[in-house]
């Protein structure tokens, strides 16, 4: 008894967080990454979802974003990318061992906070500019610490993704000359 209540707890997390997934426009490949649906069981959920009277969303098509250096193009993406590094610090999503970043790999035993995470970033910033998918990379990227690393802002200490393999020390938005003008983009919803 115990052991069937215990596969139930289990499947029924793998619905949920699927459902979360596809709320937030994933795609079907990150899905059955993240919960171990197979893909006809996430296409039946697709359209009990939205059947179920779910907000429209769009199936994206081919594959998940992969480039790193996305989260650096431009300073609105840096600021978001810093808030939603910061939420996965804050809620273990992202942790670290005298420095070095414990790996983060798809699985339904961390897929509940990373949705949290999302969730906790999209609550925070007026109009997220990172997608679901896009954040999955960043954590994910972050956690192997190659392309992408936490830093701290040369001037003010604030924490950063940053390119680690930078010429210069990295700065946050309001202590780079361009911060003042974009740091008006980000507000909070309270
Ligand atoms: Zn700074």
Not at 14 to 28: G, K, S
Not at 96 to 118: D, K, N
Not at 163 to 190: I, M
């Amino acid at each position: 008894m115990r052991i069937s209540d215990d596969r139930y707890s289990r499947d029924r997390l793998r619905l949920d967080i699927a459902i979360q997934f596809i709320r937030h426009e994933a795609r079907t490949h990150t899905i059955r990454q993240w919960t171990g649906l197979t893909d006809d069981r996430i296409r039946k959920l697709y359209r009990s979802y939205l059947h179920g009277g779910g907000l429209h969303v769009t199936r994206h098509r081919g594959k998940s974003p992969q480039q790193a250096g996305y989260f650096l193009r431009t300073v609105r993406l840096r600021q978001e990318a810093a808030v939603l590094a910061s939420i996965g610090c804050l809620l273990g999503v992202l942790h670290y061992s005298r420095g070095t970043p414990a790996r983060l790999s798809p699985g339904i035993g961390r897929a509940a906070s990373v949705c949290q995470a999302y969730d906790t970033y999209c609550a925070l910033v007026a109009e997220p500019a990172i997608t679901m998918e896009h954040a999955v990379l960043l954590l994910v990227t972050l956690s192997h610490g190659v392309e992408l690393a936490l830093q701290g802002c040369r001037e003010c200490g604030a924490l950063l993704v940053a390119d680690p393999l930078a010429l210069h020390p990295a700065r946050c938005v309001v202590c780079s000359p361009e911060g003042p003008r974009a740091s008006k983009r980000l507000t909070c919803n309270h």
